[in-house]
T-cell receptor, first 117, second 115 residues
């Protein structure tokens, strides 16, 4: 149990275009979903936290208008990178906490590698 | 301020060796949680363990064991008889009771196990 999927796993896009990444909890309802960014050989940096039906909470320094997060249901959150630029190239990882668990353990998706040309 | 330090950037061992990955944390909170995650080359973070600050008992799970010492603010991870499949980046993380949503990660330790 507690499987999180992401789609796509890899995307290459041209500068100026928008890219949408989906995060789904496959076998559980997620209380909260999180979006992280990981640079090569670096740690994970939390970008934002989203709860179903409410606005996402962004970490300091993360542009809300650039990284749009929608949490439409208890099993789906999307991250849209708008007007992508080469510096947005990174590994984006989502995670989710299990609604029924009291431990708040985050279960991570497999990540999406974004390359902006 | 909360902080997690993994001083070992990279460790290389030969199969069957034991290896310990260090994790030192800083927090002002008295209630907190510590985690270890494994990130294999595929990229997905795999949850290994969660420990709360009131439980200092060491834990063993197969070849994995964890040593939690509040006195030194450390939560070290030992792999016994390492295998090639253990090769990955291992992250230690901290969350505080008042904000369990926020995981603070260390910079990770890359473990390479050679046959």
């Amino acid at each position: 149990g507690a499987v999180v999927s992401q789609h796509p796993s890899r995307v290459i896009c041209k500068s100026g275009t928008s890219v949408k990444i989906e995060c789904r909890s496959l076998d559980f309802q997620a209380t909260t979903m999180f979006w992280y960014r990981q640079f090569p050989k670096k740690s994970l940096m939390l970008m934002a936290t989203s709860n179903e039906g409410s606005k996402a909470t962004y970490e300091q320094g993360v542009e809300k208008d650039k990284f749009l997060i929608n949490h439409a249901s208890l099993t789906l959150s999307t991250l849209t990178v708008t007007s992508a630029h080469p510096e947005d190239s990174s590994f984006y990882i989502c995670s989710a906490t299990h609604k029924r668990e009291s431990t708040d353990t985050q279960y991570f998706g497999p990540g999406t590698r974004l390359t902006v040309l | 301020a909360q902080k997690v330090t993994q001083a070992q950037t990279e460790i290389s061992v030969v199969e069957k060796e034991d290896v310990t990955l260090d994790c030192v944390y800083e927090t002002r909170d008295t209630t907190y949680y510590l985690f270890w995650y494994k990130q294999p080359p595929s990229g997905e973070l795999v949850f290994l363990i969660r420990r709360n600050s009131f439980d200092e008992q060491n834990e063993i799970s197969g070849r994995y064991s964890w040593n939690f010492q509040k006195s030194t603010s450390s939560f070290n991870f030992t792999i016994t008889a390492s295998q090639v499949v253990d090769s990955a980046v291992y992250f230690c993380a901290l969350s505080e009771a008042y904000n369990t949503d926020k995981l603070i990660f260390g910079t990770g330790t890359r473990l390479q196990v050679f046959p």
